[in-house]
């Protein structure tokens, strides 16, 4: 069973940065695409960034030139830089990774 742990949530002020850590076990890390969600109060889950095994990387639009994805294999970690935070990043995020397997969630509070 694959499992995913997330870390580096908190609260930052707007135009402050987090890196939120993700980290896998029970899976060949290197083979397969991640990515990162999020899911705010009253709102559907959605794509924030996904990075391939061979490193493509898409982004929402919200969070382009702000976010951004990254993974290194050898720790079989994905990350996701977020700087210039906005309130409305404010969020659970989630790292997913594949046979839809996800992390437990990490809290990001971006306050004005």
């Known amino acids: 069973q694959v499992q995913l742990v997330e870390s580096g949530g908190g609260l930052v002020q707007a135009g402050g940065s987090l890196r939120l850590t993700c980290t896998a076990s029970r899976i060949s890390f290197r083979l397969n695409t991640m990515g990162w969600y999020r899911q705010a109060p009253g709102k559907e889950r959605e794509m924030v960034a996904t990075?391939?095994?061979?490193?493509?990387?898409d982004y929402a639009d919200s969070v382009k030139g702000r976010f951004t994805i990254s993974r290194d294999n050898a720790k079989s970690a994905v990350y996701l830089q977020m700087n210039s935070l906005k309130p409305e990043d404010t969020a659970v995020y989630y790292c997913?990774?594949?046979?839809?397997?996800w992390g437990q969630g990490t809290q990001v509070t971006v306050s004005s």
């Open positions: 990075i391939t095994s061979s490193g493509i990387t």
């Open positions: 997913a990774g594949p046979y839809n397997s």
